[in-house]
């Protein structure tokens, strides 16, 4: 595997990661009416865990796709 489809990966990885955070908080609202999405929303301030890798991911990736792209890997 080149060092741009790794960076792609870590992206993809990264938007997972991201999304997947939205989704265990929200697991449990049934309405999504404004308080109880109001009220999973303000749950996700506890959530970090997810945010920092995804963050994270995403910086790997972009920086391999960078690499790839000045190495100008085939």
Do not use: Q, W
């Not at 080149?2 to 938007?15: D, P, Q």
């Not at 999504?32 to 999973?40: C, G, M, N, R, T």
């Not at 301030?45 to 790839?68: E, F, M, P, Q």
């Amino acid at each position: 595997m080149n060092r741009r489809a790794a960076g792609v990966s870590f992206c993809f990885i990264a938007t997972i990661l991201y999304v997947s955070r939205y989704f265990i908080v929200t697991n449990g609202v049934v309405n999504y009416a404004d308080s109880p999405l109001d009220i999973a929303l303000n749950r996700l301030k506890g959530h970090d865990v997810l945010l920092v890798l995804s963050i994270i991911s995403l910086i790997i990736g972009v920086t391999y796709i960078i690499i790839g792209e000045v190495r100008k890997e085939k």
